[in-house]
């Protein structure tokens, strides 16, 4: 059990996560389960994707957000609720679930219900610092999303009470982050990965158990109810410093830095590049398919071929890079806008009302990730990438 | 005397020598028909992802029908019956009523010593899916009960039924490669089957995790390739539940060191290496391909019968040991792979599981948090 007595509460208490399969809610519930000794319930949508989560012992419900009477029977009995999840594939599960999650914390008396959200509700910033009372401008469809989550959460609590909580982590990075760890990773095995060369971007980074620590924290809270507070680390990296780290321990070339018109002129022709290296690699188009949402109907029509194309389409999908042009990795105008940035998060409303410490200096939370990466990555060649 | 019996007394001797000589797969499975003679009147136990993504494409391009598809769930039942217009049933006591004398086990792992021991104990024929069963005690039952009632076990240990891997095996039955003393395998990825429940997550039910799920296929590989294997170090990220990650080392009986990791989290390069003292192959697990071929290994002739290049899918696999299990019952042969082969792999497991140490993640550990992995 932890040594961390501010997280002790949490022995003799029930849990529901949500995105518990996903990075920052499957390392909450490790954390709560194997460290304080809580009883973790983690909602599960697609039972195929539980396979880090069934390393813990934990209890897997199935459940989905747009089912109220599955989410009322996974909060039943719970103490704190964490959502953590977010449907990429339909923006109206979104809405319908932080309903359906606040409306089942009402009917059952939960404790807290602690709402992940996201630094991006803020959209661009001027170089500076921000926090929670800089405005809200979001850029993207995500952001959008989750600034209207926000609100909707905001007339629960307002209006019935609810005892909610909202985090707004900055850029999450650590082992299993898809976004920040493992993308940039994998551009970085399989070809240059380009970085805006003027400004040197500022990368609010913070690494994932100084979130989980926020999120116990905004569980517990005293006075919190109804606020929202941004989580960053202690410290703001650029983001060529986080990416060199990454290119380090793979002992590959470190991203490439442009400037601003280069990039811009590039991105008008990386659709013709990227086809370019499609006909040279068609294994990787394949393989980038079987991973994507239309696996089901490509597999049925896969299984429609006789047997020789079958085994065409299996010989490209193991193949490996055969040549052709280098991969670019191009930021778009959203990676663009974050590479550049020169904003400053600041942490001290969660420090003063959450009790919130960073205890990850991106130097500290670098080097971890790099334990993982390691292991991660057992066959750091390009080729293999 | 039961006709499948592995414990053949000496008066049989012959019989059985030409009977083995038979449990050889067939190497053609095209889309083609089981002759109307081998045909049983089958049955499908378990209609999971296996046997909706796997073993009903492996009957349909067999152009088998089995009459019976036997879940808990009458849904996943229908959902397969009704593509070859079978009846359903949630216990295998149906099975009599149906007429059934032939049944594929794809229940859970946990399940499948049960419905197997059933179903022996009654003269059923049974083709298991791998593994045979979650302990050894299980499958020696098993095999009691096949012998007992001259029922045909068979165990869908379907690496087996690949060309390239039989090619591997001749390779190295002839001495080619030398003394083995280097054996390397890397594979896995991240966990993407569309499961119909929450069972594969739980130890009672699937008996453990990546080990035991997938590494099964690969040990059990080995194990037929180079012998018997001792386990030196078995560590794995099991927490409480089952595991995701693993990492064994072991040796073969000649002293050659095996290091094996399996994977359902990371992208692993899928690839598995033998060397010898006089040579060495590669193996590209993802398309069950030899991709190296150094020293001695380059110029093996494993004959005409034996393809090191045929690509084999993962259906016709299944289509390969199921037919080979009907042909088998049909020629009251033993099968390709029978029960006590099976067994090995299962009796590996469990002692890689009996001397599981934690496989320490620096990560998972947080400053002033120490835990203490359970289970």
Redesign the interface.
Known sequence: ????SR?SAYADRTVLITGATGFIGGRIA??L????GAHVRAL?R?????????????E?T?GELGDPASLSAAVKGCDVVIHAAFDWRADANNLAGITNLAEACLAHGVRRMVHMSTMAVYGTLPPGDFDEASLDTPFTAYAKSKVTLEQHLGTFVGERGLPAVVLQPTIVY???SLPWTDQPVRRLLAGKLVLPEDPQGLCNAVYV?DV?DASLLAGLATDAIGERFLISGPDWPTWQAMFESYAQVLGVDGPVLLPAAEIRRRNRTAGLTALRHSIHNPGELIRTLA?STL??PLMALY?RLP?GK??GI??L??SRPSGGPVPVFLPNAQLFNLYTNLARARIDKARQVLGYTP?FPAERGLA??A??IR?????RDKA?A | MPLFSAHIPTWSFSLFSLLQSRAQPTNSVRSRSIPAHRQQNLAVVGCGAVAELSIVAALEQLKLKPRLFVDRSEQQAEALASRFGAAIATTTAALTEHGVNAAIIATPNGAHATVALDLLDAGVHVLVEKPMAVSGAECDAMIAAADASGACLAVGQMYRFSPAYRWVKALIDAGTLGEIRHVEVRTGAPYGWPLKSGGLWRRDVAGGGVLIDAGVHILDLLLWWLGDLCVEDYRDDNYGGVEADCLLTASTVSGGEVIAEFSRTREMPRRLRIEGARGAVGISLAGGTIDELSGAATSFDAGPRLSRTAATSHIQLFASEIEDWLAAIAARRQPFVPGHEAARVVRLIETCYRQRREWELPWMKVPGAPHGAAA
Do not use: I, N
């Not at chain 1, 389960?33 to 304080?36: E, M, R």
């Not at chain 1, 396979?51 to 934990?58: C, D, E, G, N």
């Not at chain 1, 292991?375 to 066959?379: F, R, V």
């Open positions: 059990m932890t040594g961390d997280f490790e954390r389960a194997l460290d304080h599960v697609s039972f195929g994707r539980a396979a880090r989560l069934a390393r813990l012992p934990v897997l199935y650590g082992p299993f158990d989980v991973k696996r089901a299984r047997q079958q085994a299996r010989r999908y193991t205890r971890m990730t334990e993982y292991w991660a990555y057992p066959c293999a």
